[in-house]
T-cell receptor, first 110, second 110 residues
Framework: QKEVEQNSGPLSVPEGAIASLNCTYS??????FFWYRQYSGKSPELIMS????GDKEDGRFTAQLNKASQYVSLLIRDSQPSDSATYLC??????????FGQGTRLTINP | NAGVTQTPKFQVLKTGQSMTLQCAQD?????MYWYRQDPGMGLRLIYY???????DKGEVHNGYNVSRLNKREFSLRLESAAPSQTSVYFC?????????FGDGTRLSIL
């Protein structure tokens, strides 16, 4: 089992709809969880971090964490074409290291 | 606001050649990282340095060496390049949980 798993997609969502991205992880000791956005040919950019169970909202983005189920998700409301990118889930392993999922490619259709 | 700067941005090598990728950060971060990203595989950790003077192996360290020259600079060396090392290489730095990425080096080994 991979340490961090994501559906690689592609995930296609109509403009204005909610995009839902999911991630599961294997290490129950993980404490910090991140969502990075990566446009084609560019570097990863942090968009959300979450450290405790529940929801965390920032503008159109909501991160959800369920440590019991080892599950973290990202919701994007009112999806825009500019949200089309690959979204990387990352989870801490120990104090310093991040483990990344393979990424989900999201396409928002006008 | 340079953040994390990587040089070069692009490089083509022949099998067996050596190469050093440079990374410098101006955020006074203690920790620095080298990742590689291959299609469909997310980012994989090659080496990291928790502080000046220390380095540790990551998941895919074989064929690479690193040097933490000072607090700002963390270099990655390929002693004898192989086609399997064709990839995009990202350097990152952090102080605390969040990692900040450079723009990447696109390396092709023929």
């Amino acid at each position: 089992q991979k340490e961090v798993e994501q559906n690689s997609g592609p995930l296609s969502v109509p403009e204005g709809a909610i995009a839902s991205l999911n991630c599961t992880y294997s290490d129950r000791g993980s404490q910090s969880f991140f969502w990075y956005r990566q446009y084609s040919g560019k570097s990863p950019e942090l968009i959300m971090s979450i450290y405790s169970n529940g929801d965390k909202e920032d503008g159109r983005f909501t991160a959800q964490l369920n440590k019991a189920s080892q599950y973290v998700s990202l919701l994007i409301r009112d999806s825009q074409p500019s949200d089309s990118a690959t979204y990387l889930c990352a989870v801490t392993l120990g104090a310093q290291k991040l483990v990344f999922g393979q990424g989900t490619r999201l396409t928002i259709n006008p | 606001n340079a953040g994390v700067t990587q040089t070069p941005k692009f490089q083509v090598l022949k099998t067996g050649q050596s190469m050093t990728l440079q990374c410098a950060q101006d955020m006074n971060h203690n920790s620095m990282y080298w990742y590689r990203q291959d299609p469909g595989m997310g980012l994989r950790l090659i080496y990291y340095s928790a502080s000046e003077g220390t380095t540790d192996k990551g998941e895919v360290h074989n064929g690479y060496n690193v040097s933490r020259l000072n607090k700002r600079e963390f270099s990655l060396r390929l002693e004898s390049a192989a086609p399997s090392q064709t990839s995009v290489y990202f350097c990152a730095s952090s102080e605390g949980r969040v990692q900040h990425f450079g723009d990447g080096t696109r390396l092709s080994i023929l």
